[in-house]
Structures are given as structure tokens and as C-alpha cells.
């Protein structure tokens, strides 16, 4: 497990953002939950990419080790023809408007899916959905999986390659998604009771103009928030979000958005603390 302890200003240390098994996380829910109290996590939020099927799970773990477990989930969304994850925190999964949405998505990724793997078997490369879905286990087959699978096989050397040489934006089997539109979304997480943040912008690569056009559009159908720190980072962009975060009224996340461990992603519960002027989304909690 990690030695370094996550830096404490004050009060607790929250991880608003993590993948388990249920999306393309390598962690069960509980080895997950495991591992942030390991890593000294006191509140986690488990938010897979459209699914809310790990929380159960991950409730059980929390409790047996006495941590916080918010519920969440990673909603891809389409603004336009741009790509965005909102994470939406506090969600009740039972809310049928949620689940239905949720659902949708789901049917989404599985089409996209198999258009997937028609591309990479006209490239030669067979076998990948049933590979993919190997990796998924019980959730539809994602990128990533596609990705694992391609690593695997030889195809590519890591997972990044991977997404360059095929499965990324210019990649020889990229298939462009349509999720479901902002506007759509912000009532399911409305409905549901939780916070909607926008995830990691920094990864978007979109102008700033663009981002700052976006951050007006969020505003206007009620979003809440925007994270502040986030993964992978450097320090002139946190403080980039902070100022989004203040003149857009937006309360300020954090999270290390783990998949798995190791090379790659960040650690569980390695979050700094939040720069000055900066309300986090759990203030009211
Ligand atoms: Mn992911
Ligand atoms: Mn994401
Ligand atoms: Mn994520």
C-alpha cells in the first residue's frame, strides 16, 4: 500500500472520483474501498462510468472500514459534438429517471462497442469484442477494454498507444459516440438528488474560449461544480480551475480519478489541498 499519507490542511480527506470492476476500473468495489481507507481516505466516492451497480458492494466494504461512501457515478455527455464527463455526486441510484438514463448509456457503449470491433477486424485484428468483453466482466465492453484487449494480443505496447494508434480521436477505429445531450442529463441527476461536477477539464483540450463557453452552458441547466484537482495536474492549472471555479460560482471538487494501481493513473486519496477561495462541493455535506 501507499506510504505517503495525502496532505491534510484540515478536517478530512475526500476522493470524490474512482473506478472499481462495475466500469473499467481493476478493483472490486470492496478491494477499492480497501485500498483509499489504506491510503487515508476518510469519504470516497465510487463513481463508474454509467453505471451505479458497484455501490451496494462498496457500502459494505465502508462500513466494515469505517469510511464514508458517496454515491456516484461518471456520465458521458455530449455538448454538441464535444465530449464531457459529469460526475454527479450524492445521487439516490434508486431514482427510476436516473436508472433509465443510465441505462440508455449503457445501450449507447454496447453499440458503440460492436461498431468497434467491426473496425478492428477489417484492420485484421479479430476476436477483440468477445476480448474486450472478457475484460468488462459484467459491464459493457469500454474503450479501455478494447485497449487491454489490443495490449494483450500485441497490437499495441501500452494502453496509451493504444488509444493513439486505434481507439482514440484520430485512431484507425475510432467510432464517434453520441451520448446522451447536457440538457438531458442535469434533470437525472436533479431528480436523483446530487450534484452534478464537470470532471477533469483539463482533458478536453479545448480552447479556453470554448471551456469558458461550456462552463456558461453548465451554469445555465443548473450545474453545480467543477474539479479543482484532479488526477494527473500540474499546479498552474489548479490554479486555472480555482479561478474558473470562483467567477463561475461553481463549488470546487476533488479526486483522483484511480482506475487501477500502479504506472498510469493517480493513487487513491493523493489529493492536495484545495487553493484559497475555493468552496468545496461537500461544504453543506
Ligand atoms: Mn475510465
Ligand atoms: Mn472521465
Ligand atoms: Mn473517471
Redesign the pocket.
Known sequence: MVANRPERRSGLCYDLHSHSTCSDGLLSPAGLVRRAAANGVDVLALTDHDSTAGLEEAHIAAHEAGITLINGV?ISVSWGDQPI?IVALGVDPGCPALAAGLARQRAIREERAIRIAERLDRLGLTGSLAGAAAHAGEAPPGRSHFARFLVEHGHARDLQRAFKRYLGRSGAAYVPCRWAALEEVLPWIQAAGGRAVV??PVRYRMTRRRLLRFLDAFGAVGGDAIEVISGRQNADQTRAVADLARSFALYASVGS?FHAPGAGWSELGRIIPLPAGCVPVWADW
Open positions: 461518471e464527463h470532471a477533469h480519478d
